[in-house]
């Protein structure tokens, strides 16, 4: 018998402890505004189609080829599933950020009309290299001669994605995770406009005559065309499906012989085509979006930019287009196999063979023997799989150290470099012999540190690594000795682009 003891219930966490939780644990990389940082925006209209027990698994275990590290050693199973009732809890308001908002956010802090013609430095200006360093959120721009930075300037607060340029590699625009597009001109090295075009957006897209830019939005669910010349807003087109169901944006792409952006999308199974040729012809196949939806959605009815949709039978995440760009290989959502859509047939017309959760996005094209190869890492795997690009068969699937993020190669070479520092072996760089289709060296230029994404600079000479820490490095290697040549201190340098590369859509790298 117990005596003068009284039995409490086990506690229950209030709403008090959520937010407490929430500023603790989420708010560093999702905001404190849960509307996305570093991290996605997490409100129910973003997590459409995460069940709530997946998302307890999320916060549990964390969440793999992300950042998302795992919380169950520092939360009970209470405080996770408290967290969990939290993120899926509406926002009193979601902030809308439609035309009006974007257009207030509007800086224009050069005019365009009045830059000089020429750079106001003597390098080459297609071998320049714009190097994403998220340690301090700054920008380099590198010199990819002498590898001696030319500016260094603070950037908008997490920058993602490749760094797009225009079609003379002249300008180059950047994306934030919350919305921000800047235009840098490398010619005389300042910022030329900005404007917050989402509330947590995905990427950027610029069109291959650069007259426009695409901007791909996670929140609000929208995709935002910016005239090139000084980013002003031209059009907000809602990403609506069947039903009126909306869907966040896992990505915009160009395809320049196409005239037109393609989008791949998270919530709907669809991928979408927009054209912005100005003689766009009338359009066949497919279905346009329709005009009535938008003034449904009262945003831009019937603007110059019209979404194609293609329905397709999975979700695609991820997007690698033949040289054609005709043809779009897409990462299904269960990461076991890709799907190939023809944007001309307008479906899927074969399926790929590619378990281990690829990292299509990544991937690059090579010729061997006439025929066209694409090799791709995963996210899941320790292999790199290459797949022929006429039978979209996987035709080897070579075995690595470990999964890797990001793979590269160039016309100049023989070889691809990857990482597979998603792996246990996280400071290795192997490199492969596309000819043989097998590993020939592996590298441990900084060991025991993380090191990934390579970048050929314009001739294929030379090589570029990042040691992606916050006191990490840019390495550069000669190419073919496979020898370190150069070393700078970078603040976690997560990405770095070479103008000619891109701006030629070099099939050793990503555009
Ligand atoms: Fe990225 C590009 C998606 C996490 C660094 N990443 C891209 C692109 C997409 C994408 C769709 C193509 C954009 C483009 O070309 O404009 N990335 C995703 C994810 O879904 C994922 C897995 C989860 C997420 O957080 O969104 C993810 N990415 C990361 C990271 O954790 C990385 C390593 C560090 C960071 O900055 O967040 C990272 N992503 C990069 C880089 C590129 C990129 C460096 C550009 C690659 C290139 O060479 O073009």
Not at 159 to 173: C, T
Not at 349 to 376: N, Q, V
Not at 484 to 509: E, H, L, Q
Request: hydrophobic share 40%.
């Amino acid at each position: 018998m117990v005596v003068g003891m009284t039995i409490l219930a086990a506690p229950t966490l209030a709403a008090e402890d959520a937010t407490r939780l929430y500023a603790e644990h989420c708010a560093a990389c999702h905001g404190g505004d849960r509307l996305g940082a570093i991290g996605p925006a997490l409100l129910p209209e973003n997590l459409g189609r995460l069940r709530k027990a997946e998302a307890e698994k999320v916060i549990a275990q964390g969440r793999d080829a992300t950042q998302m590290p795992g919380h169950a050693d520092k939360l009970s199973p209470e405080q996770i599933k408290v967290l969990a009732e939290y993120v899926y809890t509406p926002l009193a308001a979601v902030p809308s950020w439609g035309m009006a908002e974007i257009k207030a956010s509007h800086v224009v802090s050069v005019d365009p009309a009045g830059l000089p013609a020429r750079p106001q430095w003597t390098t080459d200006p297609l071998n320049l290299f714009t190097v994403v360093e998220t340690g301090d959120h700054h920008v380099t721009i590198l010199d990819g001669d002498s590898f001696k930075p030319l500016a260094r300037f603070a950037s908008r607060f997490a920058l993602h994605g490749g760094a797009k340029y225009s079609p003379d590699g002249r300008f180059v625009y950047l994306a934030s995770r919350d919305g921000w597009i800047t235009k840098y001109d490398l010619y005389t090295l300042q910022i030329v406009a900005e404007i917050r075009a989402g509330v947590n957006t995905r990427n950027v897209a610029v069109s291959h005559d650069g007259r426009f830019l695409m901007v791909g939005n996670m929140l609000p669910h929208t995709l935002v065309a910016l005239d090139a010349r000084d980013l002003s807003p031209l059009q907000v087109i809602p990403v609506v499906g069947d039903e009126k169901a909306t869907s966040r944006v896992s990505a915009v792409y160009t395809a320049p012989p196409r005239s037109s952006f393609v989008v791949a999308l998270k919530d709907i199974l669809e991928v979408w085509e927009i054209p912005y040729a100005d003689d766009a012809g009338p359009v066949m196949n497919g279905f346009v979006h329709s005009y009535e939806k938008g003034l449904e959605e009262g945003i831009s009815p019937g603007g110059r930019f019209q979404a194609i949709r293609i329905r397709t039978p999975d979700y695609l995440d991820d997007f690698f287009f033949d040289r054609t760009y005709e043809r779009v290989m897409g990462a299904s959502r269960d990461g076991k196999k890709g799907l190939v859509v023809d944007l001309d047939i307008k479906r899927k017309i074969a399926e790929i063979d590619l378990p281990g959760m690829p990292h299509l996005g990544s991937g690059i094209i090579f010729r061997k023997d006439g025929r066209d190869y694409m090799a791709t890492p995963h996210l899941k795997e320790a292999v790199i799989s290459i797949i022929d690009m006429e039978t979209w068969k996987t035709v080897k699937r070579i075995p690595t150290l470990g999964p890797g993020f990001f793979m590269r190669s160039h016309e100049n070479t023989g070889y691809a470099w990857i990482d597979v520092s998603m792996g246990k072996e996280k400071d290795a760089i192997q490199i492969i012999d596309l000819n043989a289709m097998e590993i020939a060296r592996t590298l441990r230029p900084a060991p025991g540190r993380t090191t990934a994404h390579a970048e050929f600079d314009r001739s294929g000479k030379h090589v570029l690594i990042s040691v992606m820490e916050a006191d990490g490095e840019l390495i550069v290697f000669d190419a073919e000795r496979f020898e370190v040549v150069a070393r700078m201190p970078m603040k976690r340098p997560v990405g770095k682009y070479n103008v000619f590369n891109k701006i030629n859509y070099s099939s050793g790298t990503s555009h």
